[in-house]
């Protein structure tokens, strides 16, 4: 299938995904790579049917047609795409993009976002925004664990309404001149730079955050090079290949032979380190479910269905 129109022009980065690369199979359970390659299969096939408006059911796995899972192109999430299409018109003003995805990564619900609008640098802006978002409706955020408020407790702005409001606005301008001195960096690295900078220790958020920041600026940022990998994929990773650390081997996977069959200009595209540590994650919630176990999240058809 080639990407829909509205999903090229949305992300810059597509050609990176599209380069030739030497395949390798070096690791040491090819069985479960296989089982995963085919996860990655179905699963692209569930999301190419339902954009193609076909009916339900869209797979014979009763596992995968009952239950949630994230696409295995984050790029594919609604959620992704309405951050970006909303901050299409900043892209050639990197500060005041980075600044709002940060502000969306952590609010983490469209409607609230809807309801905000967009932060700025202007003192002033500030303080109404904060006034605008002390008034919103509940609940205003989303995934909360993308956000330990015990980071920010102790500081001047000890709630996520005044660290959005004042504290992001202080410090963003800093973090964005600094990203743009990078060429090419990996995530990894990039997360370690930025946090002494940013002052709080928000890996898991800056690490989201920076995925946005190559999805739009791929000059700065190389999704194919080594990658953090959150405690929900590193299973999955360790039974692959428990000899090696899993930041470094999710950038060998995105060397293998996969089919995603989803292609860019007619190129098929590749799953990059970032694509594979998001598929670590999601095999391991289908593998724990399959078990008998894991958390039941229930796939919700849409009320047209």
């Given at each position: 299938?080639?990407?829909p129109?509205?999903l ?33 299969k179905e699963?692209?096939n ?11 059911p869209f ?12 696409n295995i ?15 299409n ?7 005041l ?7 969306f ?36 955020f ?5 956000f330990p ?8 702005t000890?709630?996520?309404?005044a ?30 730079r ?8 928000l ?18 940022l190389?999704?194919?090079?080594r ?9 999955t ?19 293998t ?9 007619g ?9 594979w ?18 958390r ?10």
């Amino acid at each position: 299938m080639e990407l829909p129109y509205e999903l090229k022009d949305l992300y810059r980065h597509w050609p990176q995904h599209i380069k030739k690369a030497p395949l390798t199979q070096n690791v040491k359970n090819k069985k479960l790579l296989n089982d995963i390659k085919w996860f990655i299969k179905e699963r692209i096939n569930i999301w190419e049917k339902k954009t193609s408006g076909a009916s339900p059911p869209f797979t014979k796995d009763p596992i995968l047609s009952t239950y949630r899972f994230c696409n295995i192109f984050r790029e594919f999430d609604k959620q992704t795409i309405a951050f970006h299409t909303r901050l299409n018109p900043l892209r050639n003003d990197f500060p005041l993009w980075l600044l709002n995805m940060f502000y969306f990564r952590m609010v983490a619900n469209i409607e609230t976002i809807n309801t905000l609008g967009l932060l700025s640098y202007n003192k002033k802006d500030g303080e109404e925004f904060y006034k605008r978002i002390m008034v919103s409706p509940r609940p205003r955020f989303g995934t909360p664990y993308v956000f330990p408020i015990s980071t920010i407790m102790r500081s001047e702005t000890p709630t996520r309404e005044a660290f959005i409001s004042f504290y992001l606005p202080s410090v963003m301008k800093k973090i964005a001149k600094e990203i743009k001195t990078w060429s090419k960096e990996s995530v990894y690295d990039g997360v370690e730079r930025i946090l002494p900078l940013f002052g709080y220790n928000l890996r898991f958020l800056w690490t989201e955050v920076l995925i946005d920041v190559a999805y739009q600026y791929p000059k700065r940022l190389d999704l194919f090079k080594r990658f953090p990998i959150g405690p929900g994929s590193a299973p999955t990773f360790k039974r692959i290949d428990n000899s090696k650390d899993p930041s470094i081997l999710v950038t060998e996977l995105s060397l293998t032979s996969v089919s995603t069959g989803v292609s860019f200009n007619g190129k098929a595209l590749r799953l990059s380190a970032e694509n594979w540590e998001g598929v670590g994650c999601e095999f391991r919630k289908y593998t724990n479910l399959k078990n008998g176990h894991g958390r039941k999240r229930l796939y919700k058809k849409s009320p047209s269905k």
